[in-house]
């Protein structure tokens, strides 16, 4: 059976602290994830001094006057702490990974030997970022939200284009609000771009609860991406759309099952489990008053009652007008042996 990927997304809810980072490595394991995933970038060389924070950013971090670069400078990663962080993911046998958001940032994952590059919602128009990445990686992860299709040919054809078979692209239906509405996940549109392009599909989700990543697994999603943090209370612009430890626990212990649940043939028969309750569960035709010998069989004189190991109600018809050879009880469980040949 092929497992779903899943890619726990610390991102940004270490506030900039290495023992927090560690702590949320640490989460990832226990819940069984297989990648976890941070964020690699750049303040100056993501957003202006003069970029706005979205209005979620400002709702979650209650910060209105802080500019979007004053945010991000504080959720830094240093190099000395992409090497803590991967030592110490070697070390608790997790995979680490992150987004590169800039081009340096791009070229520094690719330098310490990471072979899959995740290309966030917000790059999905940035043509030279798409070219960077189509060289430097070999597989790709397209998250997509806010894009039309228009926009997810335009951006899978740079690395089309660039050698990468579709084999190793995984297009990521997503919604880039955080939390994402319910009404607005729009989960069917991951099934069309499986259609309209032929690559691996998954769903990065920015929904509360875990209940829409399990939908996807059931749907054909080969990738989930969920965030998460330590705490949701705590300050910052992510956290309060991400799930706490024992919520991501229980979201891959739930998508595991859902992908025991799609293994089997197809075919409508009973399971080996419930064969044996076939008997129990189900019904047989017993007499409901007393039958003399070489009287007939009337549908007043049958009742329908566990177990199901005798003549089956549905071939009352049959029993109906035949001569029994023997006195029978009420209660009796008929038997083709109780009939006149």
């Known amino acids: 059976m092929k497992s779903t990927i899943i890619i726990a997304e610390a991102g940004v809810n270490h506030n900039g602290s290495r023992e927090n980072a560690f702590k949320l490595i640490d989460a990832a394991v226990d819940a069984g994830v297989d990648y976890v995933k941070f964020q690699t970038f750049k303040a100056d060389k993501l957003v202006s001094g003069k970029a706005k924070k979205a209005d979620y950013q400002i709702d979650n971090t209650k910060n209105a006057a802080e500019s979007q670069l004053e945010m991000l400078q504080k959720l830094e990663l240093s190099e000395e702490d992409h090497e803590k962080l991967i030592q110490y993911c070697h070390?608790?046998?997790?995979?680490?990974?992150?987004?590169?958001?800039?081009?340096?940032?791009?070229?520094?994952?690719?330098?310490?030997?990471?072979?899959?590059?995740?290309?966030?919602?917000?790059?999905?128009?940035?043509?030279?970022?798409?070219?960077?990445?189509?060289?430097?990686?070999?597989?790709?992860?397209l998250s997509t939200g806010m894009a039309t299709l228009e926009d997810i040919s335009s951006a899978l054809n740079v690395f089309l284009e660039a050698g990468i078979a579709k084999a190793n692209i995984t297009i990521l239906h997503c919604n880039t609000e955080y939390p994402t509405p319910m009404l607005?996940?729009?989960?069917?549109?991951?099934?069309?771009?499986?259609?309209?392009?032929?690559?691996?599909?998954?769903?990065?989700?920015?929904?509360?609860?875990?209940?829409?990543p399990i939908a996807a697994v059931a749907l054909g999603a080969t990738?989930?991406?969920?965030?998460?943090?330590?705490?949701?209370?705590?300050?910052?612009?992510?956290?309060?759309?991400?799930?706490?430890p024992?919520?991501?626990?229980?979201?891959?212990?739930?998508?595991?099952n859902i992908e025991s649940a799609l293994v089997g043939s197809g075919i409508k028969e009973p399971s080996n489990s419930e064969i044996k309750n076939i008997a129990i569960a189900r019904k047989s035709i017993h007499l409901s008053v007393d039958k003399a010998k070489s009287e007939k069989i009337t549908e007043q004189d049958l009742e329908m009652l566990r177990p199901g190991d005798g003549i089956s109600p549905m071939d009352m018809d049959a029993i109906i007008g035949r001569v029994v050879n023997k006195p029978l009880a009420a209660g009796h469980k008929l038997l083709l042996t109780d009939f006149e040949v």
Do not use: W
């Not at 966030?120 to 940035?126: H, K, M, R």
């Not at 024992?246 to 595991?256: D, G, H, P, Q, T």
């Open 223 to 244: 990738m989930i991406e969920k965030h998460y943090t330590l705490d949701r209370n705590l300050p910052g612009p992510d956290h309060i759309a991400s799930l706490e």
């Open 91 to 141: 070390e608790k046998g997790i995979q680490f990974f992150s987004t590169a958001f800039d081009l340096t940032s791009l070229q520094y994952l690719s330098t310490i030997g990471l072979n899959m590059v995740k290309i966030p919602s917000g790059e999905i128009t940035n043509l030279p970022y798409l070219r960077l990445a189509a060289k430097l990686f070999p597989k790709v992860i």
């Open 184 to 212: 607005d996940v729009n989960l069917k549109a991951m099934l069309t771009i499986g259609e309209e392009f032929g690559t691996a599909i998954g769903y990065s989700d920015h929904t509360l609860g875990i209940e829409v």
């Open 246 to 256: 024992n919520e991501l626990k229980a979201m891959v212990s739930s998508i595991r």
